[in-house]
């Protein structure tokens, strides 16, 4: 789709006018536009104005609103192009940002005043959908309004994320919230009268919301920009109904309709799917909406059912053979029954199949269900698409037949594998993905007796040309023959060291590849959406962690580029050391884990200046600070002196990691013969007030961190509590068939919330059991770090890629096992490593690894590429894992730059 950019319709106003002088500032979302000698915008905080607009009437309004504006001087910023438009007002958009096409910054309250008004009466009559964060003007207008920041007061939190805040009548920061409701802050006095309160409003028991006179809207299911999903009472048959909501002016199509014709369609579905979807039970409007009611179907999603499955026979097995094939044949004929009806589903996954109670198969959600080749919206699920529907997404032709078939495959997939075929995102592309279908189904073959069943089956149905595609008869035909073949003789789901040198100098290449050009940028690297907010110097998402890889990188590999790339990103980073408002103790997401790296690249460059910036640094960090986890808090702090203390010898470091050690046992809360450290209430924190039991936030890393101080100092009540640590999460084990789980924090229900991650599950807590394992020689840590381990493994289908929450940590946990144990568990690594590399995107013909999304390509160390590679490099050759303190204590004091020399022959 051609980026038709709105700027020129501004350039237009201003050339009307015959204004000169106007500049315009733009990015990949928004075109800024200031008046002569007015540069950015002062105010800190104030009455903002949005005026919303639709993809069609969005030229038309913005050149209403810019005639208005440029005419009284006023700054304002606008959705740079229709397609931002077409996104920024569709059905997935951020619910509350929704519909904000053009944004104003009046100077005073008085000129807001006055350009409200004139804004309401220049873009009276055009249709735009209603801004849920804002209040409108009047009803039916397009001009809103929200109390917020303009320039506002730039914070980072005790998190280490950058936010925009407004202060209050105290000058205090306080977060500008941005929820799908007008909610000012209390000391803002809004510049209009409201709506009368309800007549409900302030009462005890207010009345239930009824729709249409009839629906008792009992919960709601989920909301979205389009509207809520809600659970209700039908009031004339008292039974249990599914209400669906289509707000105006959200979701509009080329033809003009808007997603209330979406929900009409969807209603249409209803009825030429009757008998294997649920219901109609009611279609109508109220206040501008439409609502569609249908009867609650009883049962589960297919992706539920399967998770019960494989709980039960642990995921690595798969389904039993019987019961795939039984499902299969269903599903088969559930397509079947729909194509039947000469409709195309187009979105036909496992959130759209239900399994009712008695093994019937139903579909859900039929809101893109056309004929074949109606013009339409056309729309998919990433990994259940084929190549001919992603590659042509949006408005158009419907496909044939066909792509349901594809669909039918990938679901399949699903039911054998445990995960879904997504992978990550080509460049340029789409490119096909059957080869990493035919890939990572064989190798989950190996173990998995109903995989090998269905392989041909899905091999077939997922062809990259519709023509060559199992039909839906010859899938019948194979279903109703097929046996399981035997496991082959030989065959590896291991990683190859061919593929995994490719993978590495691939990744590799990338970093290097995707470096800033541009020396004054804010970041290096790109990140993801949460990751761009954070320290741009940070281990989590920063050039710390990217730095750190690359270190070890060219210490075994020894290229000229690499060590040109360490040089660029070390000095760039020193040279930012100090640039923060407030430094942050965390070894992840603080300045902790920048001097680390820091330290190690100088070093291994030999650059004395540097390493002394880093030193200064370390020495700079908070080593008492109320959050006392590893990731943001004392705990990685502590372990930052340690690794310091080793690298140089000064005692400052040992003493200043001591304290962090007395402000970790001071921190601790003891309970029932146990010990926690729970996040204090009141931190500027989203981690405020848990308690959790992993390794990022919890038990295990500040146990860790403890077990180390003990090490290297000798003192017994940092031992003590260590060991403490290691007895409560013994008794927090939840022991089953296939291993060891820990749930995320105390206070979940037992069995509820458990994962195999480092940050806040199984990896991260065996990875504590085993030092104290190797430390106090009990062999019941060593025993629950094995069933940990046994865990990890069964989730190497279902785990993300990533260090910080999936495969390259859960990788490194395993290498950290088999170093200390040898037995099975470095061949498991090579398991993890081979799921991990599978889900492969192409870059320019580069193998690369996606981050935590499992599309996007983002070069974060512990969320992205950087930690998925440093997990390669340390499979390869061995060597310590990153960012711990396990290596001996030296046994005398080693000057500085003596060690440097040591580690640069």
């Known amino acids: 789709m051609h980026d038709f950019r709105l700027r020129w319709v501004v350039e237009s106003v201003l050339a009307d006018q015959g204004l000169d002088g106007w500049t315009f500032n733009e990015d990949q979302v928004w075109c800024r536009v200031t008046p002569p000698g007015g540069g950015a915008v002062q105010r800190v905080q104030g009455w903002k104005l949005h005026v919303s607009a639709t993809r069609f009437s969005a030229p038309e309004v913005l050149h209403r609103v810019a005639g208005v504006l440029v005419d009284r001087g006023c700054a304002f910023k606008f959705a740079r192009s229709i397609v931002t438009v077409e996104e920024m007002t569709g059905e997935r958009y951020d619910r509350a940002q929704c519909g904000k096409i053009i944004t104003v910054y009046p100077s005073d309250e008085d000129e807001f005043r006055e350009l409200a008004t004139a804004l309401d009466e220049a873009t009276e009559g055009l249709p735009g959908p209603v801004v849920l964060s804002d209040r409108p003007l009047r009803p039916g207008s397009l001009v809103h309004y929200r ?24 000058g205090t920061p306080v977060e500008d919230h941005r929820k799908p409701w007008f909610c000012p802050p209390a000391w803002a006095e809004p510049p209009y009268p409201g709506p009368p309160p309800s007549s409900a409003a302030g009462k005890a028991d207010p009345k239930p919301v009824l729709l249409g006179g009839r629906f008792e809207v009992r919960h709601a299911i989920r909301h979205s920009a389009r509207g809520g999903v809600y659970r209700a009472l039908d009031h004339e048959t008292g039974a249990e109904v599914i209400v669906k909501q289509a707000r105006a002016n959200v979701g509009v199509r080329l033809n003009g309709g808007d997603c209330r014709d979406g929900l009409r369609s969807e209603w249409a579905a209803l009825a030429a799917l009757a008998g294997i979807a649920p219901e109609q039970v009611h279609l109508f409007d109220q206040d501008g909406h439409t609502f569609l009611v249908e009867s609650l179907l009883p049962g589960q999603t297919l992706a539920h059912w399967l998770d019960g499955r494989l709980a039960e026979r642990g995921p690595l097995n798969g389904l039993d053979p019987a019961e795939a094939l039984l499902m299969a044949r269903g599903l088969t004929e559930l397509l079947a029954e729909v194509h039947e009806r000469g409709v195309v589903f187009q979105d ?46 949006g408005q158009g032709i419907v496909p044939p037949q066909t792509a349901d078939l594809y669909s039918l495959g990938t679901v399949l997939f699903l039911l054998v594998v445990g995960t879904a075929p997504v992978f990550g995102k080509d460049s340029p592309g789409p490119l096909s993905v059957h080869d990493r279908i035919a890939a990572m189904i064989t190798a989950a073959g190996r173990r998995n007796a109903a995989a090998r069943m269905l392989t041909p089956a899905v091999l077939g149905l997922t062809a990259d040309d519709p023509e060559q595609r199992w039909s839906l008869d010859r899938v019948r035909d194979f279903l109703a023959t097929c046996t399981v073949p035997a496991a082959v003789d030989g065959a590896v789901d291991r990683l190859s060291e061919a593929d995994r040198r490719r993978f590495t100098d691939d990744g590799l290449a990338y970093l290097l590849a995707t470096i800033a050009s541009d020396d004054d940028t804010r970041r290096l690297w790109p990140s993801t959406d949460f990751g761009d907010a954070t320290d741009p110097l940070n281990v989590q998402h920063g050039s710390a962690g990217i730095l750190g890889v690359l270190v070890l990188a060219d210490r075994l590999l020894r290229r000229d580029e690499l060590r040109a790339a360490v040089a660029r990103v070390a000095d760039w980073t020193a040279r930012r050391r100090d640039a923060v408002p407030k430094l942050l103790p965390g070894l992840y997401f603080g300045r902790s884990g920048t001097a680390w790296a820091l330290h190690d690249a100088a070093r291994h460059l030999g650059d004395e200046e540097m390493a002394q910036q880093a030193i200064d640094l370390a020495l700079a960090v908070p080593v008492e600070w109320p959050n006392p986890d590893v990731c943001h808090g004392v705990a990685g702090s502590t372990l930052t002196q340690l690794h310091m203390w080793r690298a140089t010898g000064r005692t400052e470091f040992l003493d200043r990691a001591v304290r962090g ?40 890393g500040v146990g860790y961190a403890l077990l180390t101080l003990a090490r290297d100092t000798g003192e017994e009540r940092y031992l003590t509590t260590a060991v403490a640590a290691g007895k409560t999460l013994a008794a927090e084990a939840e022991l089953g068939p296939w291993g060891a789980h820990w749930r995320s924090d105390r206070e979940d229900e037992r069995g509820t919330g458990m994962r195999t991650s480092w940050c806040s599950g199984a990896s991260g807590v065996g990875t504590f059991l085993l030092r104290l394992w190797q430390e106090t020689g009990d062999a019941e840590y060593l025993s629950l770090t094995e069933q940990a381990a046994m865990a990890v493994r069964q989730a190497r289908w279902s785990s993300a890629t990533a260090a910080c929450h999936g495969l390259a940590g859960n990788g ?19 398991e993890l490593a081979a799921s991990m590399v599978l889900r492969h995107g192409v870059h320019d013909e580069r193998l690369v690894v996606p981050d935590e999304s499992a599309s996007g390509t983002a070069a974060d160390y512990n969320t992205g590429l950087g930690g998925a590679v440093g997990f390669l490099l340390r499979l390869a050759h061995g060597g310590p894992r990153p960012w711990m303190v396990d290596a001996p204590v030296r046994s005398a004091a080693v000057d500085p730059c003596r060690s440097m020399q040591l580690a640069t022959p």
Request: glycine share 12%.
């Open 147 to 170: 109390f917020g920041a303009f320039r506002g007061v730039p914070v980072l939190t005790d998190d280490g994320v950058f936010e925009i805040r407004v202060a209050d009548p105290d």
């Open 348 to 393: 036909f996954t496992p959130l759209n199949i239900m399994v009712t109670p008695d093994g019937e198969l139903k579909v859900i959600d039929p809101e893109m269900v056309r004929l074949p080749g109606e013009w339409s919206v056309r729309g998919h699920t990433v990994g259940f698409a084929a190549l001919e529907v992603v590659a042509n997404p």
């Open 661 to 700: 050690g007395d402000a970790m046992l001071a921190a601790a809360e003891h309970r029932d013969g146990h010990v926690y450290w729970p996040v204090p209430a009141g931190l500027d924190s989203l981690l405020s007030g848990i308690t959790h039991l992993g390794f990022a936030h919890g038990v295990a």
């Open 812 to 830: 490194e946990f395993l290498l950290d096992l088999a170093d200390a144990v040898g037995g099975p568990y470095r061949g498991w690594a090579e």
